[in-house]
């Protein structure tokens, strides 16, 4: 069966620094990989997406992700992160073209000052 | 469009009544996913639907537990009867084939059982 794995439950992170959040799916099959955001008590909403082509995958708010087959990781990062990047952040798989999304345990990122 | 609208957005209830949450997915979405989301057990998938119909209701906790898809623009979710154990924040998602697999999340309702 399909699964993700969030490394990290809480990655505390300094305003302007860079960050990585990791993320490791298992799947036999082709894979769908996607990052979504969740802000304090609010729904989550996709930042990225990795259905085909290029690794590297560019999302919303200067996040991106890269697909990392070998290594089964989609790992997300952001070369400087500010004080609003706050937040639960999920990584997900869907497999074999279903519209049925895995999602991992969350990591919750905390920016300080 | 609104988005995907969950009905309500806080709900407490007492042990043993009867629940039902309400969700408006986006117009022209033909997919339709109930989540739960528990400190404890993280984001759990309980059902899904295709064009009304239910495909995967394999996470559904127990027979306590129902969902239903009249038409498609609006699905609840029932739980009779309820339990301290259910509170958590149920998700209503939606999503589109022509929208390439991505789920847009309505904003949640809190659901405390007392």
């Known amino acids: 069966a399909q699964s993700v794995t969030q490394l990290d439950s809480q990655v505390p992170v300094f305003e302007e620094a860079p960050v990585e959040l990791r993320c490791n799916y298992s799947?036999?099959?082709?894979?769908?990989l996607f990052w979504y955001v969740q802000y304090p008590n609010q729904g989550l909403q996709l930042l990225l997406k990795y259905l085909s082509g290029s690794t590297l995958v560019k999302g919303i708010n200067g996040f991106e992700a890269e697909f990392n087959k070998s290594q089964t990781s989609f790992h997300l990062r952001k070369p400087s992160v500010h004080i609003s990047d706050t937040a639960e952040y999920f990584c997900?798989?869907?497999?074999?073209?279903?519209?049925?999304?895995?999602f991992g345990s969350g990591t919750r990122l905390l920016v300080r000052p | 469009d609104a988005g995907v609208i969950q009905s309500p957005r806080h709900e407490v209830t007492e042990m043993g009544q009867e629940v039902t949450l309400r969700c408006k997915p986006i117009?022209?979405?033909?997919?339709l996913f109930w989540y739960r989301q528990t400190m404890m057990r993280g984001l759990e998938l309980l059902i899904y639907?295709?064009?009304?119909?239910?495909?995967?209701d394999s996470g559904m906790p127990e027979d306590r537990f129902s969902a239903k898809m009249p038409n498609a623009s609006f699905s609840t979710l029932k739980i009779q009867p309820s339990e301290p154990r259910d509170s958590a924040v149920y998700f209503c998602a939606s999503s589109s084939k022509q929208g390439a697999l991505v789920a847009f999340f309505g904003q949640g309702t809190r659901l405390t059982v007392v």
């Open positions: 639907f295709n064009n009304n119909v239910p495909i995967d």
């Open positions: 997900a798989v869907s497999v074999d073209s279903s519209y049925k999304l895995i």
């Open positions: 799947s036999s099959v082709s894979v769908y």
């Open positions: 117009s022209g979405h033909d997919y």
